[in-house]
């Protein structure tokens, strides 16, 4: 019998396993191995064979696979290594006898271990059970499952054993198959829920192409903490990055690929948004720390559903603010200032003609003016303030009598109270005492809710003073004990302070009457009569 001396095992890994993010370019012819019966090796060949084993040096190559395959004693199968659920690594060696001849076979059991160093360590995976794998010519070809969990990019050894045997001494590191350098495809099942691009050492990116423009479409670029879109044309059209603090950018794909917007976090200092014009000026500025709008010769326009405008603020020279009618058509309120003059307003009746004008300059530096026009824009009433004068062609006032404030002497009084000249005070006024007073001046206004119609007298120092009727109507305190007051009655001043009676001697009552009684009051009462005041 011929003596089994060396036997020497060539390893050769054809293909590497699709990890959780890489796959294999793989060439679409790859051997196959048809399962054999189960048989056993000759006790006579098992110890040479194994000594054999000890001696050989196999080359093994594997990337990291993408999901785990059940552990258990396979027999060596028919497989496609394309297959992404085959998840197998090929393996093959050479048996030889000493003399270099090919072993015929016709079979051995093989079992596989996987470790984290070459010697001694922890097993990673195995044993990995192959039987009844074929020789042919000396040449074992078989596919070895493996699990993606044991390969996390860190170093792995791989032992064999033969047919129940020991664990031959000299494990294999594993090596990067060539294909593995090639991607060339991943699925959604392939891919981690977290993936990670790059390390403490070395910056992560990604680009993805457009393969039909062959230029980039989207760039992840991880030292600029920056995400990028590009355009059909190559230019850059989006960048949103945040090295220091959040900024989005974006370009408007013109020959200079200009940056038109920028909305940035800036920091402590609060939100930006700036709206760039052609020249990338600020044409816009939403500024977060000042919550201010900026704008640059341009306008905000506030349209409604169907687009018409109904607001413009506009800004340059002078800010205005316009509005419009509903249908957009109509201006009807300008708001605003100039340059060299102070703010203005106008409002516009519905044909678009101006009503009034309320100017806050008058010129430059003249004073307030209030203007108000008729319908065909013809200024009928107006009101200067350095002047203090208003014109109009009619003035309607509601209230019922003329009163001018007069500083007065002694308590306070009560409306309706007549009045007289102070004899004792220059300038005052005080209640009328006695019969047929030739110093009556005139009724306190505003007795029984009936409001003066015009009061005059407001100097300083007069705030407080209480309005005189000097003319039209007014209810009076009068007096009736002797004699009853009826309608056309003239009054004068009588023995009650502060209280009007019926005149009845005509000598004594030139230039004491108070007026008319427009009212009547019975004798022997006392209480307000309405008088038509016209002091005689």
Same mark, same amino acid.
């Given at each position: 019998?011929?003596?089994?001396?060396?036997?020497?095992?060539?390893?050769?890994?054809?293909?590497?396993?699709?990890?959780?993010?890489?796959?294999?370019?793989?060439?679409?012819?790859?051997?196959?191995?048809?399962?054999?019966?189960?048989?056993?090796?000759?006790?006579?060949?098992?110890?040479?064979?194994?000594?054999?084993?000890?001696?050989?040096?196999?080359?093994?190559?594997?990337?990291?696979?993408?999901?785990?395959?059940?552990?258990?004693?396979?027999?060596?199968?028919?497989?496609?290594?394309?297959?992404?659920?085959?998840?197998?690594?090929?393996?093959?060696?050479?048996?030889?006898?000493?003399?270099?001849? %090919? *072993?015929? /076979?016709? +079979?051995?059991?093989?079992?596989? @271990?996987?470790?984290?160093? !070459?010697?001694?360590? $922890?097993? =990673?995976?195995?044993?990995?059970?192959?039987?009844?794998?074929?020789?042919?010519?000396?040449?074992?070809?078989?596919?070895?499952?493996?699990?993606?969990?044991?390969?996390?990019?860190?170093?792995?050894?791989?032992?064999? %054993? *033969?047919? /129940?045997? +020991?664990?031959?001494?000299?494990? @294999?590191?594993?090596?990067? !198959?060539?294909?593995? $350098?090639? =991607?060339?495809?991943?699925?959604?099942?392939?891919?981690?829920?977290?993936?990670?691009?790059?390390?403490?050492?070395?910056?992560?990116?990604?680009?993805?192409?457009?393969?039909?423009?062959?230029?980039?479409?989207?760039?992840?670029?991880?030292?600029?903490?920056?995400?990028?879109?590009?355009?059909?044309?190559?230019?850059?059209?989006?960048? $949103?990055?945040?090295?220091?603090?959040?900024?989005?950018?974006?370009?408007?794909?013109?020959?200079?690929?200009?940056?038109?917007?920028?909305?940035?976090?800036?920091?402590?200092?609060?939100?930006?948004?700036?709206?760039?014009?052609?020249?990338?000026?600020?044409?816009?500025?939403?500024?977060?720390?000042?919550?201010?709008?900026?704008?640059?010769?341009?306008?905000?326009?506030?349209?409604?559903?169907?687009?018409?405008?109904?607001?413009?603020?506009?800004?340059?020279?002078?800010?205005?603010?316009?509005?419009?009618?509903?249908?957009?058509?109509?201006?009807?309120?300008?708001?605003?200032?100039?340059?060299?003059?102070?703010?203005?307003?106008?409002?516009?009746?519905?044909?678009?003609?101006?009503?009034?004008?309320?100017?806050?300059?008058?010129?430059?530096?003249?004073?307030?003016?209030?203007?108000?026009?008729?319908?065909?824009?013809?200024?009928?009433?107006?009101?200067?303030?350095?002047?203090?004068?208003?014109?109009?062609?009619?003035?309607?006032?509601?209230?019922?009598?003329?009163?001018?404030?007069?500083?007065?002497?002694?308590?306070?009084?009560?409306?309706?109270?007549?009045?007289?000249?102070?004899?004792?005070?220059?300038?005052?006024?005080?209640?009328?005492?006695?019969?047929?007073?030739?110093?009556?001046?005139?009724?306190?206004?505003?007795?029984?809710?009936?409001?003066?119609?015009?009061?005059?007298?407001?100097?300083?120092?007069?705030?407080?003073?209480?309005?005189?009727?000097?003319?039209?109507?007014?209810?009076?305190?009068?007096?009736?004990?002797?004699?009853?007051?009826?309608?056309?009655?003239?009054?004068?001043?009588?023995?009650?302070?502060?209280?009007?009676?019926?005149?009845?001697?005509?000598?004594?009552?030139?230039?004491?009457?108070?007026?008319?009684?427009?009212?009547?009051?019975?004798?022997?009462?006392?209480?307000?009569?309405?008088?038509?005041?016209?002091?005689?």
């Amino acid at each position: 019998m011929r003596k089994f001396s060396v036997l020497t095992i060539l390893g050769l890994v054809l293909i590497a396993i699709v990890s959780q993010s890489k796959s294999n370019h793989i060439s679409a012819e790859q051997p196959k191995v048809v399962a054999p019966a189960l048989v056993t090796v000759p006790p006579t060949v098992q110890p040479a064979l194994e000594d054999a084993v000890r001696r050989v040096e196999p080359k093994v190559g594997i990337t990291e696979p993408v999901r785990a395959v059940q552990q258990s004693s396979v027999p060596a199968v028919v497989v496609d290594p394309r297959s992404l659920e085959s998840r197998f690594l090929p393996y093959q060696a050479l048996l030889t006898d000493n003399l270099g001849v %090919a *072993i015929p /076979g016709p +079979a051995v059991n093989l079992v596989f @271990r996987i470790y984290d160093d !070459s010697i001694g360590g $922890l097993l =990673v995976e195995g044993p990995i059970n192959l039987v009844g794998v074929p020789i042919n010519n000396g040449v074992v070809s078989v596919y070895i499952p493996v699990s993606a969990a044991s390969f996390d990019s860190s170093d792995r050894w791989m032992s064999l %054993a *033969i047919n /129940g045997g +020991a664990e031959l001494p000299g494990r @294999r590191q594993f090596g990067v !198959s060539p294909y593995a $350098l090639r =991607v060339d495809r991943v699925a959604s099942a392939e891919l981690d829920d977290n993936i990670t691009l790059g390390n403490a050492s070395t910056s992560g990116s990604l680009m993805i192409q457009n393969g039909a423009m062959a230029q980039p479409s989207i760039s992840l670029n991880g030292p600029a903490s920056q995400i990028s879109t590009y355009g059909i044309d190559g230019l850059e059209q989006i960048r $949103l990055w945040g090295g220091s603090w959040g900024e989005l950018l974006l370009f408007d794909g013109q020959a200079t690929n200009r940056n038109t917007v920028l909305l940035s976090a800036q920091s402590s200092t609060g939100g930006l948004l700036n709206l760039r014009d052609p020249s990338q000026v600020d044409a816009i500025s939403l500024t977060g720390a000042t919550g201010k709008a900026q704008a640059k010769d341009g306008f905000y326009a506030v349209a409604t559903i169907g687009g018409i405008v109904e607001a413009k603020l506009t800004g340059g020279t002078g800010g205005n603010l316009r509005t419009y009618n509903s249908l957009g058509t109509i201006e009807t309120v300008v708001i605003g200032s100039s340059a060299s003059s102070g703010g203005f307003g106008q409002y516009k009746m519905a044909n678009g003609s101006i009503g009034a004008i309320i100017d806050g300059d008058n010129g430059t530096n003249n004073g307030g003016r209030v203007s108000v026009n008729d319908g065909t824009n013809v200024e009928t009433a107006s009101m200067t303030g350095s002047t203090g004068r208003v014109v109009c062609k009619i003035v309607q006032i509601n209230g019922a009598d003329l009163a001018e404030k007069f500083p007065i002497s002694g308590a306070k009084v009560e409306p309706g109270t007549v009045m007289e000249i102070d004899p004792e005070h220059s300038g005052l006024l005080r209640m009328a005492k006695g019969v047929y007073n030739q110093r009556v001046a005139g009724v306190v206004s505003g007795a029984n809710d009936f409001p003066a119609g015009a009061i005059l007298g407001h100097l300083p120092g007069n705030e407080d003073a209480p309005p005189i009727a000097l003319s039209g109507r007014v209810w009076t305190y009068c007096d009736a004990s002797e004699h009853a007051i009826g309608l056309g009655d003239l009054l004068t001043t009588s023995a009650t302070a502060g209280h009007a009676m019926k005149a009845v001697d005509r000598d004594r009552s030139h230039g004491a009457i108070i007026g008319k009684a427009m009212s009547g009051l019975e004798r022997g009462k006392k209480g307000l009569v309405l008088v038509l005041v016209n002091l005689q």
